[in-house]
Every structure is written in structure tokens, then in C-alpha cells.
């Protein structure tokens, strides 16, 4: 049994309506969803409101146990809402089956989709059925093998993408409208380039080319790309047209090197990064190749299979003969599967080394009574009014305190270091009559003690090294393996 709803309408006069003219919410009125109790109701031509606001109606509300009814109106709801999500045009010659099948309405094929993945279904198209939808051209001249008066790569921030004819400073796609000049396909293509490359490289949300403030910033004979165009046509085209040239680029490369690694984003999504790093005319290159969702247990045959796969889509498996992965053991299991020359990344090795201070009870004990200050002086608006007030007074730098992370690199001894550097503007800001009475209720002045600005030296000097060196070897652009044995006797030293 399922709750339901019956509404009753009552005009702009206050005149009831009669009982006969209560009716029952059905298909062709709105949709009704139940969320904790709250009844919500989707009414063509209305807004979607909770009762009782309503325009210029006055709505109550009678809920009655009815049977199945309720859940077909949910059902058709939430299945309404997912299919408004498909933004995709393959869909209309898939059915979904489930959350990772889908199935093809002229074959009836079981086709993966897992994570709201279309390449395979698109792939299913072109090979079976031969429907293929129309390339976008917008990056086609950024194909190496074009002529030289093209653009070579998008990447190059010094220069913009040009057709056949160079664009000047004086002359441009977002002049041209001041002229009166017309727009060709080129002109157009080279402002597409550029949206696309601003939303990409700049991280940006895909709504912002509907956004009416960034149009108005444009030429306004310049149609931006919608949305869609955005997501399902020039940034595939853009990524398809790189593979390519990396494709092509990586055919003179006779060996090369990854590194892997997974991580976990905010939302608490799984991924795994492959980096390759490779020489070409005595430049150290590196490309990200892909960074993949993961939806199983890392077990270490399952991250062998997820790099050989990644290896095998740009077909240099063979090439590759070194990785550089982290500790794990997984990793171990997956590099002899690879069987690759496993070099474990020595900044992580150094951080394992670092954590093992964790272990000592004496410093762990300072350590929170540390964090336990510099927390609530974060925390706390007046608290960090004052301490600036105090780092004026006693000119020592206005910088923020910091709080450590334990799963974050180097984070306690960045936070020691920030609180050695601000013992004095922390011990004044403590002592303020604006803040005090709220430190001797936190019991804040017994946690300081007057040794504890020794300790924080002491430990400042000691775990340098440790920092330095990370910071060493973790260089991306330049080679590290040379650093490892002199960065060891030096510690061996210290």
C-alpha cells in the first residue's frame, strides 16, 4: 500500500469547489514524488512547488492509502528523469537494460555502457550498421599531417589557431563585425578552437557557453556552441584529433616509461592515471594518456588488465618498458604481470619514512596539543582577526596557520613550521581580552606550554631534510633518478 494524494482547488474567491470536482492525480496532470513524507507535484504548464504555495490558488492537500498506483506515477517519474539525462543521439537506437547494458533495437545486442559510456554503442553503429554521425571539423586543421600554415597543436598558448591566411593583431574573428566583413567556415572553426580550448584548459563548468554574461563578452556575430555541441562533438573531435597526432608522434619512440596511480576523487569516485614519459630530439616529453573510472576491487590482476588496456588503445604495450608506481602491493602484483621493470617512486618511499614519527608517542601527544591551538584559532573569526593583528604589530608575515592532513604528504611538518614561524603572534593573540575568555573555556593556555616553541624548532630542523628531498624528486619536467643516491647519503649524514 503507498500513500497518495487527492488536491483540492479552491479559486481566487474563496468559493470551494465542489467535492464531485476533486480528482485524483493521473498521468495526464503531473507526476508525483514522495520524498520523506513531503508530497511533490509536476503539473504541465505549472511550476513544480511544494504544497501549499501555489499561484493565485489556494491547495490542500488529502493523502489516502491507495494501492500500486502511487509507485507506477514514481516509476514513470524517475524513469522520465533519466531519459531526459540522455543527451546522447545513440540512444535513439538503444534501449537500456540495466545500469551497465544497454541493448540494441535492430539486432538486440548486449552492449556495455557502464558509467554512461557511448563509445561502444557508437562503435556497434559504425561496425554492424554502418551509421556513423557527422564528424566535427572545428580541429581539423590541427592534424600534424596538414600543411604548415595550420596551427600544430592547441596547446601552444603563444599562438591561436589560424587557417589558411594569418590573422593579425588589428585584423581577427572578433573584429571582423566592426568592419562589416562576413564570417567563412574557417573564421568560425578558429572561435570554436578557442571557446573550446578556454572551457578545457581553464577547468571550466560545460554551462558556461550558455551562459548569457560570457556570450554578451563575444563578438556578437559569433554564434558560440551549445552545450551539447560542446560535450558530445568538439571536445571529442579535439581529443580524437590529439590521439591521433600523439598516434602518429610516438611512432619514432623505440622506448618509454609510464607511471600509474589510483585515486579517489571528492565525490568518492575511483581512478586510475596513466602517464607515458618518453625522449624525442633530446627532449624529455610526457603525455597523460587516460585517466580511467574504476568500478572494481584494485586487485592487482585487475589494475594489470585496466594498464594493458590503456597501453593497447594507443598501441605502444610493446614500446613501454619501465613503470613508476607507488608501494602498494598491488601494484607489485600488476608490474610483474606487465612484466615491467617496477621503480618505486622514492618520494612516496621518503613519505613512509616521514609517517613513522607518527608511531612516537611523545611527539603524537605535542603534535595534538599543537593542532588542538592552531584549530581553534582557524576556526574562530575574532581568533584570526586578532592574530593578524598581532602579526602586524610584532611584523612577522601575515600567513595563515595551517592544520595537518595525516593521508597528505609533509602535512605535520608544514603545519609545525607554520606554528614555529607564528609563536609569538599566537601567544599575543591568546593573551587579548577579545579572545581570552573564550581560550581559558577551551582550556587552550594549559595546551601552550613555554617548551613548546624549543620543540618546534628542534622538529623544524630535523624533518627539512626529509621536505627538501621530497620536493627534489618530485620534479615533472625534468629527470630525478640521478638525485636518489645523493639525496640517501645525505640523509644518512643528517
Known amino acids: 500500500m503507498h500513500k497518495f494524494c487527492y488536491i483540492h482547488i479552491r479559486g481566487g474567491n474563496r468559493e470551494p469547489v465542489p467535492t464531485q470536482n476533486r480528482f485524483q492525480l493521473t498521468n495526464s496532470i503531473g507526476i508525483v ?27 490542500a492537500v488529502h493523502c489516502v492509502t491507495v494501492d500500486a498506483t502511487a509507485q507506477t506515477f514514481q516509476q514513470q517519474g524517475s524513469s522520465s528523469i533519466m531519459e531526459r539525462r540522455r543527451r546522447s543521439k545513440v540512444w535513439l537506437h538503444f534501449t537500456k537494460r540495466d545500469e551497465c547494458t544497454a541493448v540494441c533495437n535492430q539486432c538486440n545486442a548486449a552492449i556495455s555502457c557502464k558509467g554512461a559510456n557511448t563509445s561502444n554503442m557508437l562503435k556497434h553503429l559504425s561496425t554492424q550498421h554502418g551509421i556513423k554521425y557527422q564528424d566535427c571539423h572545428v580541429f581539423k586543421s590541427l592534424r600534424t599531417s596538414e600543411t604548415s600554415s595550420t596551427v600544430s597543436s592547441v596547446d601552444d598558448d603563444s599562438s591561436q589557431a589560424a587557417g589558411p591566411s594569418t590573422t593579425s593583431a588589428q ?12 564570417w567563412n567556415e574557417e573564421k568560425m572553426n578558429e572561435c570554436h578552437r578557442a571557446v573550446t580550448k578556454f572551457v578545457v584548459k581553464g577547468l571550466h563548468p560545460f554551462s558556461t557557453v550558455e551562459q548569457p554574461y560570457f556570450r554578451a563578452s563575444l563578438n556578437p556575430r559569433y554564434n558560440p556552441p551549445s552545450r551539447e555541441a560542446l560535450t558530445n562533438h568538439m571536445i571529442k573531435a579535439w581529443y580524437q584529433v590529439e590521439r591521433e597526432n600523439f598516434i602518429s608522434e610516438f611512432r619514432d619512440v623505440k622506448k618509454a616509461a609510464i607511471t600509474a596511480d589510483g585515486w579517489t576523487s571528492l ?10 614519459h618518453y625522449t624525442k630530439q633530446g627532449k624529455i616529453l610526457g603525455k597523460v594518456l587516460r585517466t580511467k573510472a574504476v568500478y572494481e576491487a584494485q586487485t592487482g590482476a585487475v589494475v594489470a588488465e585496466e594498464i594493458e588496456e590503456i597501453l593497447q588503445e594507443f598501441g605502444i604495450s610493446d614500446k613501454v618498458v619501465a613503470a613508476t608506481v607507488d608501494n602498494a602491493g598491488n601494484m607489485n602484483v600488476a608490474m610483474k604481470k606487465l612484466q615491467l621493470v617496477k621503480i618505486g617512486c622514492f618520494a612516496h618511499t621518503l613519505n613512509l619514512a616521514a609517517q613513522k614519527i607518527h608511531q612516537c608517542n611523545t611527539v603524537t601527544n605535542w603534535a595534538a596539543r599543537v593542532r588542538a591551538v592552531v584549530k581553534w584559532m582557524r576556526k574562530s573569526s575574532m581568533g584570526k582577526t586578532v592574530l593578524k593583528e598581532k602579526q602586524q604589530l610584532l611584523n612577522l608575515p601575515q600567513h595563515s596557520l595551517i592544520i595537518d592532513v595525516k593521508t597528505r604528504w609533509n602535512s605535520l611538518y608544514l603545519m609545525i613550521e607554520r606554528f614555529f614561524e607564528q609563536f609569538p603572534a599566537i601567544q599575543a593573540a591568546m593573551m587579548d581580552p577579545r579572545i581570552k575568555k573564550q581560550i581559558d573555556k577551551e582550556r587552550l593556555m594549559e595546551k601552550l606550554q613555554s ?41 644518512e649524514h643528517h
Open 33 to 59: 514524488r514522495l520524498q520523506r513524507y513531503r508530497f511533490f507535484l509536476t503539473i504541465p504548464h505549472f511550476p513544480a512547488r511544494r504544497f501549499p504555495v501555489f499561484p493565485k490558488f489556494c491547495v
Open 171 to 182: 585584423v581577427s574573428p572578433f573584429t571582423l563585425a566592426a568592419h562589416g566583413a562576413t
Open 267 to 276: 565525490a568518492q569516485d575511483h581512478y586510475i592515471t596513466v602517464t607515458v
Open 451 to 491: 617548551d613548546d616553541f624549543k620543540k618546534a624548532e628542534e622538529f623544524v630542523q630535523l624533518m627539512r631534510m626529509l621536505y627538501t628531498s621530497t620536493l627534489c624528486v618530485s620534479s615533472e619536467k625534468s629527470l630525478t633518478c640521478g638525485q636518489i643516491l645523493p639525496i640517501l647519503k645525505k640523509l
